[in-house]
């Protein structure tokens, strides 16, 4: 797997990640309410969403095989472009259902990138 394709998976595995920890044994009301929290959720999907569109125009064949990467896109443009009318029930729901998936998705992607890369190493 390309290098450059290796490190934006870390970086979608890392954010996704972030998002579970900032969020981990908070309901719904506390994640409305704190607005810290919001902002790094919101600053992680961000990042999400653009590490996946970069994914898409470098290597759409891994980018492919991250399921929900049209929605992971969408999310960050409506963070990005609609700010001032967040829907945080739809991203409170990405975040327990969409996330889980991303992560898992992300991690394995970058352990089959490490067996392709140990190997070409060791071939």
């Not at 653009?50 to 980018?63: F, K, S, T």
């Not at 001032?84 to 969409?98: F, N, Q």
């Amino acid at each position: 797997m390309r290098l450059d394709t290796m490190g934006t998976l870390l970086t979608i595995r890392d954010a996704a990640q972030y998002i579970v920890e900032d969020t981990e044994g908070i309901s719904y009301a506390a994640f409305v309410d704190d607005r810290l929290t919001r902002q790094a959720v919101e600053r992680n999907f961000i990042i999400i969403g653009e590490a996946v569109n970069r994914l898409r125009r470098h290597d759409p064949v891994v980018a492919a095989r991250i399921s929900a990467n049209p929605e992971i896109i969408g999310m960050r443009n409506v963070l990005i472009h609609i700010y001032d009318d967040i829907d945080y029930l739809r991203v409170w729901s990405t975040i327990e259902k969409s996330v889980p998936i991303l992560l898992r998705e992300a991690a394995s992607l970058l352990e089959e990138g490490e067996r392709e890369d140990e190997a070409s190493s060791s071939g």
